[in-house]
C-alpha cells in the first residue's frame, strides 16, 4: 500500500487541453515535492510546498498543497507535447527526516 | 549545483551473474545519497542510504547490498543475481536543508534474463 496514492495512474489529453493529477494521504507532511520522469531518465524536481494551502506556479503548472498537508494537485493549462511524462510526488514526513515517500505517479500524455 | 553520475545506463545480466552499479556525484561534500528501486506502476522503493564513507542503511531485506568506499561513490552490489532483481534503478543525492529535495542520476534499466 502506497502511502501517498496519486490519481488518475494514466491520463491521455489533446495538446490545448487542461489537466489535474492529484496526489492523497492520510498522513501529513513537512513537505511535498512533484517531479516529471521521461522514460529511461531520472525524475527531475519540480517544485516543493511547504505551507498548508500553499500555491505554487510554473509557467503553465499550478501546484497547491492542501491545507491539512496530506494532499496536493498539480494543473496543467494549456498542455503541450513537452509536458508528457510521468508526474511523481513525494512527501517528507516530520518524524522521517531525510527520507521522501513517493507515489506511484501518474502518465500523462499530451498528443498533438 | 551538483551532478550525479550513474551508469551503466542498461544491463543484462544472467541469473546468478554478479551486479556492481556505480554512483558518484560532484558539486558537493559529505553528501546523504539514496539507491532506489522503480518498478512500473508502483513507485520508488527505497533500497539504501548512506550518511557517509563506511555508513550504510538498508530499508528492505533483499539480495542486494551497497557501499560507500568514498564521500562522493556509492555502489549497489550483488553476488548473484535473481529474475526478481530485474528494474530500474535509481541513484539520488537528497539536499537536506529545510526540507529535503532529491536528485536523480539517469538511472539504470536492468535486465536479468
Known amino acids: 500500500t502506497q502511502l501517498l496514492e496519486q490519481s488518475p495512474q494514466f491520463l491521455s489529453i489533446q495538446e490545448g487541453e487542461n489537466l489535474t493529477v492529484y496526489c492523497n494521504s492520510s498522513?501529513?507532511?513537512?513537505?511535498l515535492q512533484w517531479y516529471r520522469q521521461e522514460p529511461g531518465e531520472g525524475p527531475v524536481l519540480l517544485v516543493t510546498?511547504?505551507?498548508?494551502?500553499e500555491v505554487k506556479k510554473l509557467k503553465r503548472l499550478t501546484f497547491q498543497f492542501g491545507d491539512a498537508r496530506k494532499d496536493s494537485s498539480l494543473h496543467i493549462t494549456a498542455a503541450q507535447p513537452g509536458d508528457t511524462g510521468l508526474y511523481l510526488c513525494?512527501?517528507?514526513?516530520?518524524?522521517?527526516?531525510?527520507?521522501?515517500?513517493f507515489g506511484a505517479g501518474t502518465q500523462v500524455v499530451v498528443t498533438p | 549545483s551538483q551532478t550525479i553520475h550513474q551508469w551503466p545506463a542498461t544491463l543484462v545480466q544472467p541469473v546468478g551473474s554478479p551486479l556492481s552499479l556505480e554512483c558518484t556525484v560532484e558539486?558537493?561534500?559529505?553528501?546523504?545519497l539514496y539507491w532506489y528501486r522503480q518498478a512500473a506502476g508502483r513507485g520508488l522503493q527505497l533500497l539504501f542510504y548512506?550518511?557517509?564513507?563506511?555508513?550504510i542503511s538498508s530499508e528492505v531485506p533483499q539480495n542486494l547490498s551497497a557501499s560507500r568506499p568514498q564521500d562522493r561513490q556509492f555502489i549497489l552490489s550483488s553476488k548473484k543475481l535473481l529474475l526478481s532483481d530485474s528494474g530500474f534503478y535509481l541513484c539520488?543525492?537528497?539536499?537536506?536543508?529545510?526540507?529535503?529535495?532529491?536528485?536523480f542520476g539517469q538511472g539504470t534499466r536492468l535486465t536479468v534474463v
Open positions: 513525494a512527501g517528507e514526513q516530520t518524524d522521517s527526516w531525510g527520507k521522501l515517500q
Open positions: 498522513s501529513v507532511f513537512s513537505s
Open positions: 510546498v511547504v505551507t498548508g494551502g
Open positions: 558539486g558537493t561534500s559529505n553528501p546523504n
Open positions: 548512506s550518511v557517509g564513507i563506511g555508513q
Open positions: 539520488a543525492y537528497h539536499r537536506q536543508q529545510m526540507n529535503t529535495e532529491a536528485f
